[in-house]
């Protein structure tokens, strides 16, 4: 292509062709894509994955089609701002899930017809590797350890060997939540190991988000949970024998009284962090100047708007971004926002391994970043549909060189594994 075919709209020998979405059945949770095909042959891809509410944000990515097709696809910035605002009155949530997906989609194909890695439209890498953390350490084992073929973890053993196995395999930072097992206080019929998320819904006395002695084993506020917390945690801590960091999320379960007991329990060990996720940026101040365990959150948060009365009260020590939630502009900027403050930025990565390298784009970019997610115990395909396993030693993994997100994807494995309607809303809360 000729240079004098590049306009400052794009390029006029572009044209988005088609958009498709795939919701794909993760095991125990939809994940969502986009597909943006253009006429020059390139085709791009995003994700947007939620684990709840897969049908509103590939419904929604229909809606926007009219606004796209026909368009340059090189143009990001008009495409995106275009979208954003038809999605005015639905500010955040699904909408900008499904505003992501384009997105990261169109960067995809960006990337590829220059030749480069996305990092490279936005001045290059900082970095050659980065270091990841094993996350849901333990709690997709309680919950599906048939769907992952492992052992199931109904025992303080099977968590000490846990977490043996982690720091074997070279991790150096691990993050779990909470999970209660048959030999806990708090069990109670089945008696099988469960996750503790009432944050996400969870039956009766879930909903006041406290800690209280209560005689009544049905409800989860009984103040045994910070017992079956710490025992844990430590158990984690004796098998990887102190050379893990582990961080604990806590998800929306609690409100701020609660987590500062929990932190002054987990004061002892190392803590990696506590993450708790609320939209109260006053309450969660209270929570870090309470403890010196660092505080995380703001996965949930969706642009710069919603970051800065946290960041300007310094609410969070690490700020978890969530990428396919917001994607790769906002994502930066919160970066940028976050790094004016001194605080480093975790990229939220708890799906495929297509976000996985949307995310290490994200973080080969920008100068201040904690650390990266990662799910270890995933479903078997996860490394298939990019061509093959990541190379990760000592729990770190190379920036992709490639052009895009630096990946093919293989599609074919996402028609094989559809998620089906009626399947959702993929996690369940409750006990099984
Ligand atoms: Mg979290």
Known sequence: MSILHISLRGSKDMKIESINTYVVDAGWRPWQFTEIKTDSGITGYGEMSDGRNPWGIVGTVEDFKPLLIGKDPLNIQALFWDLQRMAIQSKGGIASKAVAGIELALWDIKGKHHGVPV???FGGKLRDKQKIYWSHCGTSRARDYEILG???????????NLGKEVADKGYTSLKTNIIVRPDSPLSHPPEETYVFFGGFGGGAGSTDQGLEYTTDKQTFINYELLDVIEDHISALQEGSQGKVTIGLDLNFNFKPQAVKKICNRLEKYNMMWVEIDMYEPDGLREIT?????????GENLLGITDYRPY???RSMDVAMIDIPWQGFINSKEVASLAASHQINVAPHNYYSHLSTMISLNLCANIPNVRIMEIDIDDVPWKDEMIGGPLDIKNGVVDIPTGPGWGVDIDTSIFEKHAWQKGKGPGYLSLPK
């Open 150 to 160: 492992v052992d199931p973890l109904n025992s303080r053993q099977d968590v000490i």
């Open 289 to 297: 100047d309470s403890t010196d365990i660092p505080i995380t959150s």
């Open 119 to 121: 990092y490279d439209l």
């Open 311 to 313: 960041f300007d009260k």
